[in-house]
């Protein structure tokens, strides 16, 4: 009697636990589908964010590894340009207007100042380390 009445119940723990498993899979696939892959912002890869909110570079240092990316933000009014004083160096990484997120990849080692063409005192030191 006792064997019995365990048997009846089992079957419809066993279809509940599967219509939730069900409910809680369909979820992840959802969000998916709608993962941009071009807006890889922060934290993801490890790469580093510079904002230029409130017209200063912040951090206004950054210590990296070579091949990291590092994302500019709010960069509306702004340049990213590698240069110091407002003024580009000959040959610059970068010298990018703002408006949308400027990423930068940089793999050689050495120090790089960028700086703000519209803003000569917004100036920042990136090291890359090999
Ligand atoms: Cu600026």
């Not at 365990?6 to 599967?18: N, Q, Y």
């Not at 998916?32 to 490890?46: E, I, L, Q, V």
């Not at 930068?104 to 703000?116: A, L, M, R, S, W």
């Amino acid at each position: 009697m006792h064997r019995s009445r365990t048997m009846t119940r089992f079957p419809w723990l066993v279809a509940l636990s599967l219509l939730l498993a069900a409910c809680a899979s369909s979820t992840p696939s959802a969000d998916t589908g709608t993962t941009p892959s071009a807006t890889t912002a922060d934290g993801g890869g490890g790469g580093e964010t510079v904002s230029l909110s409130g017209n200063a570079f912040s951090p206004s240092s950054l210590t990296i590894a070579s091949g990291t990316t590092v994302t500019f933000t709010d960069t509306a009014t702004h340049t990213v340009t590698e240069g110091t004083d407002g003024e580009a160096v000959d040959d610059p990484i970068v010298d990018e207007s703002g408006g949308a997120d400027i990423e930068v990849t940089f793999d050689e080692p050495g120090t790089y100042n960028i700086t703000c063409k519209v803003h000569p005192e917004m100036n920042m030191t990136i090291t890359v380390e090999g």
